[in-house]
């Protein structure tokens, strides 16, 4: 393996094949590559501002401390941006743990002062992104150094890069109630064995399995495997949504993506003083 720090990112190979590699930005700890001989697995906007100035569109995003815009109903957190700030603020890279693993970092002290007085919580959040032949895995430590607790919201925001959306299915979802964000946050339940998609999708499935699957016909394209994170978002975008994002590109590029997202969002969780709390998800790809 080969670790590679440039001045706005890191990026990790495996070993002497450079076309198995995955790249993070240092602003918002974001995976902005991930490549398994030469073919990239993460769908990115064209159009995604890659100098700090906004959150990337694409690639996996990190949400902390809130998932969505402020409900008006947790003053804890509704005076944050939508999607908390860990996606919009530089991390600080801790290193390397071994050949194939780094470390980021992000504490009150590298909040910007009105993300700081918004959110005064004393906390540490350890990122880990580790690179295997055919999976990434990637992990959040959450701690809570001080004296008061705090609720939180974690996701992560993984786009996932797929031939046609419209022959792609997300399956271990079925049966599941789920809230529909595309109607009014209405709670339903999937009665089809998996999910489909043929027109904008936006659904947070509660109490999910641990493992879920992205396949195209009979074939398993992904395997997502969650570890301490119970709920999954299921998303996309199609025609409408993506015409108004200034930051969507190509516009049709909806087509060759389908976020699957691992994460506790649909209800907040609470860390105690001096207490931890760790989320992991595997990526895998089946090539």
């Not at 959150?55 to 401390?65: D, N």
């Amino acid at each position: 393996m080969t670790v590679t720090s440039f001045d706005d990112s890191v990026e990790i190979a495996l070993g002497s094949n450079t076309q198995t590699s995955v790249k993070i930005l240092n602003y918002g700890a974001t995976v902005l590559s991930w490549k398994i001989n030469g073919k990239e697995q993460l769908w990115l906007s064209e159009a995604s501002k890659l100098d700090g100035s906004r959150a990337v569109r694409g690639g996996i995003p990190l949400v902390f401390p809130r998932f969505g815009p402020a409900s008006g109903n947790h003053p804890a957190t509704d005076k944050l941006p939508q999607h908390g700030f860990a996606r919009s603020v530089t991390w600080e890279l801790l290193g390397q743990v071994d050949d194939h693993t780094v470390q980021f970092g992000l504490g009150p002290e590298n909040l910007p002062k009105d993300i700081a007085a918004a959110w005064s919580y004393d906390f540490t959040l350890i990122y880990t992104v580790q690179l295997l032949q055919d999976s990434l895995k990637i992990s959040l430590d959450v701690k809570n150094p001080g004296k008061e607790a705090f609720d939180f919201n974690v996701l992560f925001h993984t786009y996932f890069a797929v031939p046609e959306v419209q022959n792609v299915t997300v399956a271990g979802l079925n049966k599941l109630a789920y809230f529909d964000k595309v109607a009014s946050a209405q709670v339903a339940s999937d009665s089809e064995k998996e999910v489909t998609f043929c027109k904008e999708t936006d659904r947070v499935y509660r109490n999910s399995p641990a493992q879920v699957e992205i396949k195209e016909g009979s074939k398993t394209l992904f395997t997502v495997q969650a570890s301490n994170l119970k709920d999954t978002v299921v998303w996309n975008p199609w025609t409408e949504k993506a015409q108004e994002m200034s930051d969507w590109a190509p516009k049709n590029g909806f087509h060759q993506m389908v976020c699957v997202e691992s994460g506790v969002v649909a209800d907040f969780a609470k860390l105690a003083s001096d207490a931890s709390w760790t989320g992991s998800v595997i990526l895998k790809a089946h090539i």
